[in-house]
């Protein structure tokens, strides 16, 4: 059995949808039994680097070049995290498999933490509240389509009998590893929050509640597009809500 009922097989399969495709230039990071093919795009000296965690069924490779281009071209770097078991990474992907691996992928960094700007994506908005809960002192946090209870989404793929827990446990251990509420309470750097209004696989009440759990937080609804399409169809204005808020995150290299 695994290790927390998060990484049990059944419930794995059924949540994550990993794809093989790895980007150009890996960035490879060690974590424990996994090797993980992260990208690092880092034009700008000395900047402010992005810790980009995407979402569910992407891959690195679908940030390069394009999206990486959008984002540099703020004056930012970018490090795009990889997950065990997508691109070229090795291992299983799990919930709290995921989660263990982000003090390492911090770590393998060669800037502070405090330089550094958590970006999480629908699931990786799990991964990036985890960054700034581990490292207090981040510069910031953004959350793109994120999820505010994960015990909602969990449960829509799994019964708690299917990965031998009764519902009590699986909600004790939701709230132990994974709590967006506890951790955004918690940390006192800025968050902005983007989310498209009309999004139909993670409804805009996620980006309410996460909004409301950070002291620091701004929240900006998108007027077009949905889960998969925020971006393309509010290009501008999320470009825009993003380069505004790093302007109010930039800080002397700590």
């Known amino acids: 059995m695994p290790r927390s009922i998060l990484d049990h097989p059944t419930l794995s399969r059924r949540y994550f949808s990993p794809r093989r495709e790895a980007p ?3 960035f490879w990071v060690d974590c424990n039994d996994a090797r993980l093919a992260c990208a690092y795009v880092a034009p700008h000296p000395a900047a402010l680097t ?6 569910n069924g992407e891959v690195v490779a679908d940030c390069l070049p394009e999206f990486a281009a959008d984002l540099t071209a703020l004056g930012v770097n970018v490090f795009f995290a990889e997950y065990r078991g997508y ?17 390492a992928i911090v770590k393998a ?4 933490p405090g330089q550094l ?8 908005s799990l991964y990036a509240i985890e960054l700034v809960h581990c490292f207090p002192e981040s510069a910031g946090l953004i959350i793109e389509s994120g999820i505010a209870d994960p015990l909602e989404r969990i449960l829509l793929w799994v019964c708690p009998e299917e990965v031998d827990t009764t519902a009590p446990d699986l909600a004790a251990e939701v ?8 951790k ?4 006192t750097g800025p968050v902005l929050v983007l989310h498209a209004k009309d999004d139909t696989m993670v409804d805009a009440s996620h980006a309410t509640r996460n909004a409301s759990y950070a002291p620091r937080a701004t929240l900006h609804l998108l ?19 993003v380069s505004e808020f790093l302007k109010g995150t930039a800080r002397p290299d700590s």
């Open 24 to 26: 150009p230039d890996i």
């Open 50 to 55: 992005l810790v980009h965690f995407h979402g």
């Open 87 to 103: 691109g070229a990474s090795t291992g299983e992907p799990g919930l709290a498999r995921i989660l263990d691996d982000v003090p």
């Open 109 to 112: 960094l060669p800037v502070s």
């Open 117 to 124: 700007v958590a970006f999480g994506r629908s699931v990786g």
């Open 175 to 182: 709230r132990a590893r994974l709590d967006p509420e506890a």
């Open 184 to 187: 955004l309470r918690a940390y």
């Open 223 to 241: 007027p077009e597009g949905d889960h998969n399409s925020i971006f393309e169809d509010n290009r501008e204005e999320y470009l825009a809500a």
